[in-house]
């Protein structure tokens, strides 16, 4: 089949494909170098709409290289370029047209489609030349891969081959291509390590100094500074030397780090890396079809694969459903914030203090109960500040003017008298925070939000004493508060909608990914951690060896073993959350003699760390007081998800959070879930957990599945 009869029939797959143009001109290159053809990628919208290459937007291209490559064989023109519209490259592949492929051989067509495109590139008379003058991601990079020289802007904020984050291979030439022309260690940097590591991005000055762009040039003159080293590489006054690729051990190192890099982020439970990995290996010989074949067979296997969709879903939740929260009132109800309070000094508080500070650059105080205290917490905020000035992250003048708005007083009277939005951060015990909240209510405007950053306390109970409980929300963030997305908003029983307007609003300038949630236990990641939690536990308490609890969940490609993730946590705070749903669920929720004794003892957690990796602490070892009941790592593994299944369900059936989907963002955006799992229903449904438990699936086929 020809690539126009392909791409033809591929078409009809993708229904509601952006079709991106490739537009062909002509002009005469500086310094007498001839005559050029220059085609431009371009979709029509601007540079929010990201140009992508679906089946029609690939024919398009097709029929403009035919073009050009008859201009070249006639002697016409002496050399072709492909660049971008205005800030954008090209992002890949439309994977809106992917999510509905239901047929093995279609999605074949696709990675044979794009592959029979691009590399007619590399064949044409005359030299051919990428200019990524913006983001380029995906099959976006890998057109320009082809081609035989390539230029990147200093200004590109996003350059990357993002497929083994979504669950997928770079297959369009992007396995096989890269580790020939920049050596296999950087590509495994480049497809392996910077997709697992929550899908990092390069700036166009890396792009260049990994070898993967031949010239960098200024953003403002771009394309006209690309085209004059164009003509002087046509009439040779510039020579491009690349460096010698290392065949040998070298090659097998890079392998056998990407192995190791894919091991410790999703533990065997994703096929992506190790696909992507195996055609990096064979990609040595330098035999380019073999390798577009191998990555034409993995790109159709991954595209019927679950992983992918789950990907796919994943990008969907954050990218869409993240960013218009289900259930938020209009956001017209919401009022103005131009000053924020915080109630507390210590680490929680100053980190809140910071993020406040940088996002809405507005005047921050904070209240302690002593001098001491407030001095500490300013001082973390000044000290930050200095850390970014110090990066470069920003300048002198603007370090001064966010010190000079942040305070620190005793008097809450003093410093929440004119405050719009205030936010607690004391201890976890609903007396304490009750009495803070009545003192706060005493002085504050009677419009101000008070939010409360309580983690598993009643939002409704802690307003229930007040003269206006309507305005309490909960504004649960998650720790490291710089890091980590997900924001719990949690409306009490009687908070108003301008209230929750407001607080919708303040997340949105906080960059953070906010999730209507209702009063109920613990809200979502920490009820579904601590039921999971509970549940290792359990088998540990009951006899089950600890290595072999930890090690039953590898599957699941956490970001971090349950009992690593305590530590985290804090053994401490682990038992007061077991210990609160206990009290709501005693049926379902245990407290763990064993973590108890662990926290009476003073441990931070299970293991110590003397030869770099985790190893059980002799100490605690020593406190665990266990049954006779030991459980194989299969076992293990049923009753922790057979656990969080039936968990999920009854949140779905008390309304905590408006549909499953809720359930995935949360633990994908504030627990670092994986993203290649789809979070955890896609994961449940696809081992048949769901329907073992609750005798249905949570997601409807074909929403994080290959359709029916």
């Known amino acids: 089949m020809s690539t126009t009869e392909l791409l033809k029939q591929a078409s009809g797959l993708f229904p509601d494909e952006v079709v991106t143009s490739a537009h062909v001109r002509h002009f005469d290159l500086p310094f007498g170098a001839g005559r050029f053809a220059l085609i431009t990628l371009d979709n029509g919208l601007d540079h929010t709409k990201p140009t992508t290459f679906g089946p029609a937007s690939l024919a398009n291209l097709n029929a403009a290289i035919d073009q050009v490559e008859q201009e070249a064989a006639e002697g016409a023109i002496a050399g072709i370029g492909i660049t971008g519209k205005p800030f954008i490259f090209a992002v890949g592949a439309d994977l809106k047209g992917v999510e509905l492929l239901k047929e093995h051989e279609h999605a074949l067509a696709i990675g044979k489609g794009g592959h029979e495109v691009f590399k007619r590139l590399s064949g044409l008379a005359v030299p051919t030349f990428a200019y990524y003058n913006g983001a380029a991601m995906g099959g976006g990079v890998e057109v320009g891969l082809h081609c035989t020289y390539r230029t990147v802007s200093k200004a590109i904020p996003a350059f990357s081959l993002p497929e083994v984050f979504l669950g997928l291979v770079p297959g369009w030439g992007g396995c096989t291509l890269l580790p020939n022309l920049i050596g296999a260690d950087k590509a495994v940097s480049v497809i392996i390590e910077n997709s697992l590591n929550q899908n990092k991005q390069l700036k166009g000055k890396q792009v260049f100094e990994l070898g993967i762009a031949d010239a960098l040039f200024e953003g403002a003159d771009f394309l006209e500074q690309s085209l004059l080293w164009t003509a002087q590489v046509l009439k040779g006054d510039i020579t491009v030397e690349r460096p010698e690729i290392d065949r040998g051990e070298a090659w097998d190192q890079a392998v056998a780090k990407g192995r190791f890099i894919a091991d410790s982020k999703v533990h065997g439970a994703a096929p992506a890396a190790y696909r992507a990995l195996e055609i990096i290996e064979a990609a040595r010989n330098g035999d380019l079809q073999q390798g577009y074949d191998a990555e034409d067979q993995a790109l159709a ?408």
């Open 301 to 708: 296997d991954l595209i019927m694969g679950g992983e992918l969709r789950a990907g796919i879903y994943s990008f969907n939740l954050v990218q869409k459903r993240g960013k218009r929260p289900v259930g938020a009132p209009d956001k017209s109800l919401a009022r103005p914030v131009t000053k924020v309070g915080v109630v507390g000094a210590g680490l929680m508080a100053s980190q809140l203090a910071l993020l406040f500070l940088r996002r809405l650059e507005v005047p921050v105080v904070l209240t302690d109960i002593d001098q001491e205290r407030v001095d500490k917490g300013v001082g973390y905020v000044h000290g930050e500040i200095d850390k970014l000035l110090g990066k470069g992250r920003i300048h002198q003048d603007k370090a001064n003017r966010l010190k000079a708005l942040v305070t620190g007083v005793l008097d809450k009277a003093e410093g929440f008298a004119d405050a719009d939005f205030i936010i607690e951060a004391v201890f976890e015990e609903m007396s304490v925070k009750q009495k803070v909240f009545a003192e706060v209510e005493a002085v504050a405007p009677a419009h101000a939000v008070l939010a409360t950053n309580t983690s598993s306390l009643s939002v409704s109970e802690m307003a229930a004493k007040l003269q206006h409980p309507e305005r309490v929300v909960g504004f649960h963030f998650f720790n490291p508060v710089a890091i980590l997305p997900l924001l719990e908003i949690v409306r009490g029983e009687q908070t108003d909608d301008a209230s929750l307007a407001t607080a919708f609003a303040v997340a949105k300038k906080l960059k953070k990914t906010a999730v209507l949630v209702k009063d109920a236990p613990a809200f979502v990641v920490n009820r579904i951690l601590t039921r999971f939690m509970g549940e290792i536990q359990n088998v540990i308490d009951e006899g089950t060896p600890v290595e072999v609890a930890e090690k039953a969940v590898e599957p699941l490609g956490l970001p971090m073993s349950p009992l690593v993730l305590l530590e985290l946590v804090g053994p401490a705070i682990g038992l007061h959350v077991s210990e609160t749903l206990n009290r709501a669920f005693p049926d379902r929720f245990t407290v763990s003699p064993n973590l108890k004794a662990v926290v009476e003892a003073g441990k931070r957690g299970f293991y110590v760390y003397d030869s770099g990796k985790p190893e059980l602490d002799p100490e605690v070892a020593a406190l665990l007081k266990q049954g006779d009941v030991v459980l194989t790592e299969d076992q293990v593994r049923d009753r922790v998800l057979d656990a969080v299944a039936q968990e999920i369900g009854l949140m779905l059936d008390e309304g905590v959070v408006a549909e499953a989907q809720d359930i995935d963002l949360c633990l994908i955006t504030g627990a670092g879930w994986p993203f290649h799992l789809g979070g955890i229903t896609p994961y449940l449904d696809r081992e048949g957990v769901s329907e073992r438990v609750n005798g249905k699936p949570f997601l409807a086929p074909g929403v994080a599945s290959v359709p029916a």
